[in-house]
Structure formats: C-alpha cells, structure tokens
C-alpha cells in the first residue's frame, strides 16, 4: 500500500499501473452497429465486453473491481 504523499506523486502512466488490478473502466462502443460496452483495465488494456452498462459493471465488481464510466 503506497502512501497519500507516494500516491500523490505518481506520474499517469505510473498511476494506471498501479490501478490496472483494481479498477476497470467501461466505455460506450459500437459494434458492427450494435451498442456495446468495452471494458478496460485501468491502464487501458481491454479485458471484456458487455451488451450493457448494467452487465458490464457487474462483470467488473464480480471479478473484484472497482468500476467507473468513462464517456
């Protein structure tokens, strides 16, 4: 567990890396036409896919993480 003052002074790219085990991410996509939702590691590593937010973010929390929307 790093420190606030250590987490503070992380660089973005340092950062994602340490969230990449911890916190996904899901974005609006389309696919062949169709809505989709893309989930991503924090470091933006893609790891899944989702018809909807609702099964996306339960498929993030089921794996324990945590979940955010970026849009």
Excluded: C, F
């Amino acid at each position: 567990m790093l420190s606030a003052e250590a987490l503070r002074s992380l660089s973005p790219l340092a950062w994602a890396r340490y969230g990449a085990a911890r916190i996904a991410y899901a974005r609006p996509v389309v696919v062949n036409g169709r809505k989709a939702v893309s989930i991503h590691a924090a470091d933006g590593t893609p790891i899944g896919a989702a018809p909807s937010l609702d099964l996306a973010t339960a498929a993030i929390r089921q794996h324990g993480m945590g979940a955010a929307l970026v849009h």
